[in-house]
């Protein structure tokens, strides 16, 4: 069992679910080793030991920093959240997130339920203070210096005072952390003006005006990549949608560049032959490959890694269910960065949020 | 004035909004001009005639079939649509309808107010029978050979059976004009699993498995761009941040290639000194490039031009509010096509749809 850990002195120590996600225990172990090779990253591997051992001897030498807390239980993918936290008490979930309690590690990775990892946060971790619902976020290194886009599908349904208190958690960490002062919070609608979107949106935006933050009104889903907003707050629902939507463009410049490779490779071996375009596509290569690398960075989960989960009180991250290696080594990444960060103090300090009443929606 | 026009039979007449977006008259009518030239398209420019024929005159000799029908009001991108079309019975949107109305064009293009365009093509053309709300569909050219996704914009506040409707109609726009036989029905959704989203998505899930449709299930934002369903359907706040959320990704794309084009100039221009890299640098070029602009071709709707509004008696196209003469151009490509096709017939011909009674919401 790992030792008592006291405030992030040196080397924080994660803990990472070992059993979650698509391609576990696979990827989460590969992702861990290299973490912990490149950056020296302190890895709890909490799951079954039969399951993980073999994983871990496939690369070697085991790095120094790396140890396996046993789990012996799992949750699917599929399995209803809030039963599952329940019941299974000595899932890598359940058994992660003790560890956080008691202060044995000082952050937790998981790829696994998303509403699994939800529940049992509140279940053993419980809320912050004044937070009514947790939430996930994601951190897009986009604008000054990155965009926190939240609910992002911790939660489907929504009132709009949750969105004001989001918004509030979302600022707290870009003001302590990122020493960002006043963030800019904008409201995700259809349309610039007050009285554009839903019903949700209209009441949120009442609220947003006067909740003291620094609100600088409707930003449109155009607008998320531009860095207008340093948190761009949203329900669950349209922000998964989003998140989604901009993995599925991705996807689709990636298909598009391989059935081209694929579909006119003989064209792209005449290249070199072509001797009056040759400066013309190397031009082309030298921009666009590039942009599209940037690109990926800046909007791909894979590099920008796992979202905290922001109201349970303790240092969760929720990475993408198709984490690879590469998605966990980031994820790791960033929840080290939290965690030497003082992020949760800074969550615990938020003063209560001003009990919102909600009126009823608009006549007509 | 036009004269009557009777039933499609060499060359459909469409009615353009010359007053209509951000960018009007000017790109109205240089849209047109192209389209005219190289289509042959005929096109009525509505509008006022003093703003319409300064800019006519900047290219040159008129082509044929392009005219000028006088409309003296105009609706602002920001007035109040429903209002604005009660009340101004002589804008240009008012006017373009009419023409639809009088048999004088057989399709209707605006960049205008999208709201006004919906509210007044409701007044003056009347609903399809049977279609509670006219819903505003974007037509992707993504799988076989299109997916049509709806509601982008028109609706944000919705009831679960009116996505069965729209469903409806993208089905039959989908089976007449494209011969497609059982179109493949996705509901936007966060998971796969019947029981995710918010409550509106799962009753609507339980009404689209009980619609005769051929349903397929739920479809993830990151499955939009890979051609799973024919028929994409969800409510007009998502759809119309999914399609500016994909906007956003271009323009980041395009951003981030016109930045690292000039941040790196004097790499490019020492490209070719850099004798090594070329063949590579040329294939990437080669590869990129063309995948960059498949990518918009399928996904900006610069390219893909305008949407129908469907549910309305007529043949209307929205366009984007930004629309550049590009955007025009591809938009009465798309107006002239749909005029071609019968898809109007197609739409009158659907039977009312079952009259779907809502239940409360599930409990808890």
Redesign the interface.
């Known amino acids: 069992m790992l030792a008592e850990v006291g405030p992030v002195r040196d080397e924080p120590v994660i803990a990472l679910d070992a059993m979650g996600g698509d391609h576990a225990p696979r990827e989460p172990v590969r992702g861990a080793v290299v973490a912990a090779r490149r950056l020296g990253v302190r890895v709890a591997l909490v799951g079954r030991p039969d399951a993980i051992e073999p994983e871990l001897a496939r690369w070697g030498e085991r790095p120094p920093g790396l140890e396996v807390v046993p789990a012996a239980e799992v949750i699917g993918m ?1 399995e209803e959240p809030a039963r599952a936290a329940w019941r299974k008490r000595d899932s890598s979930i359940a058994v992660g997130l003790r560890l956080l309690k008691e202060n044995r590690a000082h952050a937790f990775v998981s790829a696994g339920n998303t509403g699994a990892v939800m529940a049992a946060a509140i279940m053993y971790l419980g809320r912050v203070r004044g937070m009514e619902r947790p939430t996930l976020a994601a951190l897009m290194p986009i604008g000054r210096p990155l965009t926190v886009l939240l609910d992002v ?1 911790a939660n ?2 929504v009132k709009p005072h949750y969105l004001v208190q989001w918004a509030q958690m979302a600022a707290a960490y870009l003001e302590s952390v990122w020493k960002l002062e006043r963030p800019r919070v904008g409201l ?1 609608n ?1 349309g610039e ?1 007050e009285t ?4 949700l ?1 209209q009441e949120a935006h009442r609220l947003l005006k006067a909740s003291g933050l620094n609100f600088v009104g409707n930003v ?7 860095g207008v907003a340093d948190v761009i707050v ?5 922000g ?14 990636k298909r ?2 391989r ?3 694929l579909g ?1 490779s003989y ?2 071996l005449a ?2 032959l072509l001797l009056p ?16 690398r ?2 990926l960075r ?2 791909s989960w894979r590099e920008y890694g796992a979202g905290p989960l922001l109201g349970v009180d303790g240092l969760v991250f929720v990475a993408h269910g198709r984490s690879d290696a590469r998605a966990i080594y980031s994820s790791l990444r960033v929840a080290r960065e939290a965690a030497r960060s003082g992020m949760l103090d800074a969550l615990r300090r938020l003063a209560p949020a001003p009990r919102v009443g909600v009126p009823a929606p608009p006549e007509g």
Do not use: Q, S, W, Y
């Open positions: 599929d599908g489907a349904d995700l259809i003006e554009k979107g839903n019903a949106a449109e889903g155009k607008d998320i990549t531009r949203t329900d669950g629902f349209t998964n949608v989003v998140i989604k939507t901009m993995e599925g463009m991705i996807d689709l410049v598009m560049a059935e081209a490779l006119r064209h792209a290249v070199p375009a040759v400066p013309f596509l190397a031009l082309a290569g030298g921009v666009l490959a590039p942009a599209v940037d690109v800046r909007t």
